[in-house]
C-alpha cells in the first residue's frame, strides 16, 4: 500500500468512518477493488493499465 493508502485504510477500518464496514482487495468479477463498502456500493479501484 502507498503511504496514503495506508492512512485512508486506518481511517475506514474496523468501523471507524460513520461505523461502516469497509473491505480492503476485493474481487468483483475479474476486476479487484481497493476499498469496499457494500452497504452503499462504494469502492475504490486503481488502474494498473500503464
Excluded: A, S
Amino acid at each position: 500500500m502507498t503511504p496514503t493508502e495506508t492512512i485512508l485504510w486506518d481511517r475506514l477500518r474496523n468501523k471507524k468512518f460513520n461505523g461502516l464496514k469497509f473491505r480492503r482487495q476485493v474481487n468483483i468479477g475479474p476486476h479487484i477493488v481497493d476499498f469496499l463498502c457494500k452497504q452503499y456500493k462504494v469502492v475504490r479501484v486503481k488502474n494498473e493499465d500503464r
